[in-house]
């Protein structure tokens, strides 16, 4: 029987790291906001941590089912083993479905991960590339990719000019381009997500028109992408997602509730928020310094430190007065930027947090520490104008006098005034993006709208 309400079924796979989850499964969620039936299919190690109103969860193989990435120690030895696990147990998935109502139209999958799009096609059906880094940085290794570009570049080849991006300084690069021996399985599968894209049905991008409209028309001939950021859960921008105040996946437990309280004692824009991510391990010199900045700034500060890491915190800091500043595992990152008495963010500048906070609104300091976050702490600094970044020393660490400069500047300086402005000015953007005709949603929207074509042709 024809189901003349089926819009189509989308299986979305993400590389299963907390900042690819995120962005994919809210993906998801607009899909299903607007009546398309959607299933997340992660590991088998992280698909326990995902629970998302309205959104299917599915498990698959990575061949490490008991640690994912930990238990095989080794980047290559890893992805390999995705490749095979994954493409047989995502092809089972979609087996599974195909004599139900709502057989998989589409495999929306991180550009990370190209294999997904072999199992679409040897299924017959079509297949998406989504992409989790900003329109200028795929601008780059797009381009080493086609041979545009040529590896080592160096500070004599400096600064380098491409079409819709600024000047970008030898620091202002991608770790994987400045140092590309160091990190070789990093830099062969960032340019391996532009290996399928002659084949693919669409290209998604985690990034708005207004943003990077020039950056985006720059490399158009090369990624042409459905620009369909910020993925940010809705209650922080058009609230058209009823209840959507977090992602729905955490692989760490937060400790969003001890904050909150914590924060309700503090003036209006007085904190400062400190968190470098998921994945970036700071050493114990750069916790030093970090800490004794924060303590000479007397501002009050929030830092999250995860579990592995806080043994590297130096005791005098934890034996600071709580009142004026915490330490805490991990928290709801949302909740808290949005908060009214958080006024700074400092940051590694990964991609979705540079998007979490330019949506909502906070000036930021960029202390980036490898891939794309150098590149990202540029524009953060020079080209939206809503913060700094940290400068380092020869020995590449952030010294306490250098974060105590950039927090008074940001907090209070003569610059803070503008930086304000540029944030709320860029956290307006980005809401009309999302919002109902928004170029965002417009996007989305066209996607749904071939995607209920396809639908329909299939029952």
């Known amino acids: 029987m024809e189901n003349k309400e089926f819009k189509g079924h989308v299986i979305v796979v993400p590389y299963p790291s907390q900042g690819h989850i995120n962005p994919l499964l809210q993906f998801a969620k607009r899909l299903a906001s607007k009546g398309v039936k959607a299933t997340l299919a992660t590991t088998r190690y992280t698909v326990g941590s995902i629970c998302a109103p309205h959104i299917c969860v599915e498990a698959i193989s990575d061949g490490f089912d008991e640690g994912g990435y930990s238990q095989a120690g080794n980047v290559e030895f890893y992805l390999k083993s995705f490749r095979e696990q994954g493409s047989r147990t995502l092809t089972q998935l979609i087996r599974k479905f195909k004599h139900t109502g709502t057989p998989v139209t589409c495999v929306v999958y991180d550009s990370f991960l190209p294999w997904a799009l072999d199992v679409a096609k040897q299924q017959g059906i079509h297949g998406g590339s989504f992409f989790t880094n900003s329109a200028a940085v795929c601008s780059i ?26 000047p970008l300084n030898f620091r202002d690069l991608p770790t994987f381009l400045r140092f590309p021996d160091s990190y070789p399985a990093y830099l062969a599968m960032k340019l391996s997500q532009f290996t399928t894209l002659n084949q693919v049905d669409w290209v998604f991008a985690n990034t708005f028109e207004d943003l990077e409209r020039e ?15 910020p993925m940010v859960p809705s209650a922080y921008l058009d609230e058209r997602i009823k209840g959507d105040r977090g992602y729905g996946s955490s692989l760490w437990k937060p400790l969003s509730e001890e904050c909150m309280e914590w924060l309700e004692t503090k003036p209006s824009k007085s904190v400062v928020y400190i ?18 900045g924060l303590k000479e ?17 130096p005791k005098w800091f934890l034996d600071l007065d709580k009142e004026k500043g915490m330490v805490v595992t991990w928290c709801n990152q949302l909740e808290m930027l949005s908060h009214p008495a958080v006024g ?28 794309d976050q150098l590149t990202d702490a540029k524009f953060v600094e020079d080209i939206w104008g ?49 919002s109902e005709r928004g170029s965002s949603d417009e996007c989305i929207n066209e996607f749904v709208q071939q995607l209920t074509a396809i639908a329909q042709q299939i029952n």
């Open 386 to 434: 809503i913060g700094v970044r940290a400068k380092e020393d020869e020995e590449g660490v952030v010294r306490r006098e250098e974060l105590v400069k950039c927090l008074d500047e940001v907090m209070q300086g003569e610059r803070s005034r503008e930086m304000k402005r540029n944030a709320n000015k860029w956290k307006e953007i980005a809401k009309k993006a999302i």
């Open 215 to 229: 950056e985006a028309k720059g490399v158009s001939e090369l990624w042409r992408a459905k620009m369909i950021g």
């Open 344 to 371: 700074c963010f400092v940051t590694h500048c990964g991609w979705n947090s540079t998007l979490e906070g330019l949506s909502l609104g906070v000036p930021m300091i960029g202390v980036p520490k490898w891939a």
């Open 275 to 292: 968190s470098f991510g998921s994945m970036v391990s700071l050493t114990e010199e750069e916790m030093e310094e970090i800490a004794g």
């Open 297 to 313: 700034s007397e501002l009050h500060y929030l830092w999250i430190v995860r579990s592995s890491e806080q043994k590297k915190l």
């Open 141 to 166: 290794f797009s381009r080493i990719h086609h041979g545009r570009l040529a590896l080592p570049l160096t500070p004599e080849t400096t600064p380098l000019m491409l079409p819709g991006l600024p």
